[in-house]
């Protein structure tokens, strides 16, 4: 037999060394148990405070034993772009990349522009790309800054290949040190350089002028027209190729195209998951590629072979199964210094992006995910060919009239959805043929009595489309991966204050809950599909985030609670069992320290965290709980309140990172939490002197603890402006708190 050398694979599977964490794991977990066996056995010598503490302690329990499940294998794959197998240029996979923005106030053009330019700049054949942007604002704004944004990228996607230039978003290309970006280049180079920039300020002054002043009357008029009295939420389609790579020029400028789709006032939108729907269907009638990337509009593109590295996973699995989806991290560019409002989720998705990596494959987080077209299309795995009937009723060779049925009424959209069912990439087409058709399928009628948003595409019902989308992916077998080499592939903006950070999470609160109790909830489909039992409880981990406001709401007012009512939740301090409470908490903390310090971060950035993970819970959280029951009564529907994005950060403010207030009722439960806790803390010093005093030593620790906690708002209830808390929410907690006095008071 010859001795032939295979290749070395392009990527790496790389278990993680977990040995601490796994003894930390379980000894929280054995403390954990051992308390809650502590409580049962002691329950009939205590009171009301005793079994509510035990009911709690249950549910920190079990949450820790999902945490456990999920953390238990921790996974890396790395990638090696180098190693593909080197094809033709002809040969390589085309992919179609999605910009989505909404709303061109709260997410400005410039930096949807730059996540576009990044976009077209990608180091990737470019006649095997195209990118297209959805606008649900149907803003002449984002249309005018797309024509003007393609005129700059002819230059700017040469310069990038010329120069191999690594951030290819321009306004973080030149606000980089210019003199590190200057040295060691041709001596054109700096010239060319001084030229690129003042283009890029010329495009930037441009949108800047339109959005203040209006757009300027220019050879654009005529396709400016269909925007003239145009309502954003009534308004008929809008598709428009800004620009076509016709020559199919690999170095040329990928494929460019607008899409507004139709609204109407009676047809459901279904927010970004309806957009995504849209986009599916135009591009599989235009280009039709096999493999479909999307990002939000504020997340470029950071490394240029990010879409190499995605193909080392998608293409160099043996099987396809291994690899439905390939998904990035999101990476904030905008981050304050040590994180003050906990948004920036790097620990959390560092050590729960490898637990999944080490299960069925993380959760696709709606940007900087390359999906398989024929996935979204509903297929199932061929491994799973002869359970596909019972899992999906998408399979490679429907007929016509199934195809129509799925798909909906249009005859160019069946065939390109056949083609890309049985894999087979067709020929590249004359894009702006195809125009009608793209209108027929991005109406608002089209997906009326298809399986589009339900069996196939991105799944409507719940406001975190993502999370739902990719559950269903799993149901139906196929595995995910997560891919972050370096640098980092994406970047994007966190939101940038208290308010927006607790808005962002009541939505995906909100959402994930609407998920756990929808038909297609994990713990169903583990039963009757594909998705393993370990990531079901992986998911379900996630996916109580809104349940988990009502026990850690009790527990915080709990110390409250005892100190008024004279009453104990937590053993006296002499007893044995105070060692497991301490236990539980010292080991906790470091274990999360320990998390923090070894991805570098810093012990404030860990506070921080801790702390508005207990703000988030007690309010984001449980309003989110709120809203799915408004929901579920039929009183009130979910929404997606969209997040505001910032070009400029303000990292030199020394007061970003404060906590600012309004009006808004999220604010109520932190300022009743604190009142409450203030009130209970003097009633404990007034009656210092009693015997009763010793016994709740613990009582009055956690309520101190609390107050440190919640310390944001215990500086509003004194702040002024912005940074106070408005006298009307004080006002709503002080009731609040005085009827729960009265409350415990009465019931003991
Ligand atoms: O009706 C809508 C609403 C939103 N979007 C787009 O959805 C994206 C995400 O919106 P954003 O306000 O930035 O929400 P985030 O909480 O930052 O987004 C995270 O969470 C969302 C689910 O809640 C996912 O859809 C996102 O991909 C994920 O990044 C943006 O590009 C929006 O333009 C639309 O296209 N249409
Ligand atoms: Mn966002």
């Known amino acids: 037999m010859a001795n032939t050398v295979s290749p070395p694979p392009p990527y790496e599977r790389i278990p993680c060394n977990n040995h601490i964490f796994r003894v930390l794991d379980i000894a929280v977990l054995f403390l954990l148990t051992s308390l809650l066996v502590y409580r049962l056995l002691t329950l009939k010598d205590h009171g009301f405070a005793w079994l509510l503490a035990l009911l709690c302690e249950s549910w920190f329990t079990f949450v820790w034993l999902l945490t456990v499940n999920l953390k238990w294998n921790p996974l890396v794959h790395k990638t090696y772009p180098e190693r593909l197998p080197q094809r033709e240029e002809e040969l390589v996979p085309a992919v179609d990349m999605f910009v989505t923005t909404a709303d061109p106030v709260l997410e400005p053009p410039i930096i949807t522009m730059n996540t576009v330019l990044s976009l077209l700049a990608v180091d990737y054949p470019a006649h095997k790309l195209a990118c297209y942007v959805s606008d649900d604002g149907c803003s002449p704004l984002t249309f005018y800054s797309l024509v003007e944004t393609s005129k700059f990228a002819k230059l700017w996607v040469p310069f990038c290949n010329k120069y191999n230039v690594q951030v290819r ?12 970006l200057l040295s060691d280049k041709s001596p054109e180079f700096h010239p060319e350089f001084q030229a690129m920039k003042d283009e890029y300020e010329g495009l930037s002054r441009k949108i800047q002028e339109a959005a203040k002043k209006g757009i300027p009357s220019c050879d654009l008029i005529s396709d400016l027209d269909v925007f003239s009295n145009i309502e954003r939420r009534n308004h008929p389609t809008i598709i428009k190729i800004i620009w076509e790579n016709k020559e199919c020029d690999s170095h040329g400028m990928p494929h460019l195209i607008y899409v507004s789709r139709e609204k109407r006032l009676k047809h459901p939108h279904h927010y970004k998951a309806g957009a995504m729907n849209i986009l599916t269907r135009v591009s599989g009638l235009m280009t039709n590629a096999p493999f479909m990337l999307n990002v939000d509009c504020d997340m470029f593109a950071n490394n240029p072979k990010i879409v190499g590295h995605a193909m080392c996973l998608l293409l160099g699995s043996r099987k396809e199964v291994e690899a439905g989806f390939v998904q990035s991290p999101q990476i904030f560019y905008d981050g304050l210094k040590d994180d003050p409002f906990g948004n920036q989720l790097v620990v959390m998705q560092k050590y729960m992006g490898r637990g999944f990596d080490g299960i069925q494959g993380p959760l696709y987080g709606g940007t900087g995910c390359f999906h398989r077209r024929k996935v979204i299309y509903g297929l199932c795995p061929d491994e799973l060919a002869g359970q596909a009937k019972t899992l999906t009723s998408v399979t490679a060779n429907l007929g016509d009239k199934e195809m129509l049925k799925i798909f909906g009424n249009s005859t160019e959209f069946i065939k390109s959805a056949a083609q890309a069912l049985q894999g087979n990439t067709n020929a590249p087409k004359t894009i702006s043929n195809l125009v009608a058709a793209a209108y027929q399928v991005a109406g608002c009628g089209y997906e009326y009595g298809t399986s589009w948003g339900t069996e196939v595409g991105w799944q409507y019902g719940s406001t975190t489309e993502d999370v739902l989308t990719g559950l269903t992916i799993h149901s139906r077998g196929w595995k995910s991966v997560y891919c972050n080499p370096e640098p980092p592939p994406f970047l994007g903006c966190a939101p940038s204050a208290g308010l927006a950070t607790l808005t962002q999470q ?26 393993q039992f370990r990531q079901c409880l ?50 906790y903390n470091i274990y999360t320290i320990l998390e923090y310090l070894e991805t570098g971060l810093s012990l404030r950035a860990w506070w921080n965290r801790q702390r508005m993970s207990i703000i988030t819970s007690t309010s984001a959280w449980l309003f989110a709980t709120l809203s799915v029951i408004l929901k579920i009564l039929g009183i009130s529907e979910t929404v997606f309140e969209i997040t505001q994005k910032d070009e400029s950060s303000s990292i030199d403010d020394s007061d ?34 009693d015997r009763h005093c010793e016994s709740r030593f613990g009582e009055v620790l956690c309520s101190f603890l609390v107050v440190m906690y919640f310390w944001p708002f215990l500086k509003g209830l004194f702040g002024r402006g912005k940074y106070g808390i408005p006298l009307s929410t004080i006002c709503k907690s002080a009731v609040l708190s005085f009827s729960f006095v009265e409350l415990c008071k009465r019931a003991y």
């Open 506 to 531: 009541k939505r995906w609160a909100t959402g994930l809950l609407e998920i756990l109790i929808s038909r297609k909830s994990p713990i169903v489909a583990t039963f009757t599909a594909k998705l």
């Open 656 to 689: 970003a990172g404060r906590f600012t207030f309004d009006g808004s009722p999220i604010f109520v439960p932190g300022t009743t939490i604190v009142l409450l806790q203030i009130l209970a803390l003097v009633m404990a010093l007034l009656s210092a002197g």
């Open 169 to 180: 978003a321009p306004f973080m290309y030149f606000s980089s040190d210019e003199s590190m």
């Open 538 to 587: 992986a998911y379900v981990m996630i996916l109580v985030w809104a349940l988990r406001s009502i026990p850690e709401l009790c527990y915080v007012l709990l110390p409250a609670f005892c100190i008024i009512t004279n009453s104990n939740f937590l053993p006296k301090v002499d007893e044995p069992a105070t060692y497991g409470y301490v236990g539980v908490f010292l080991i």
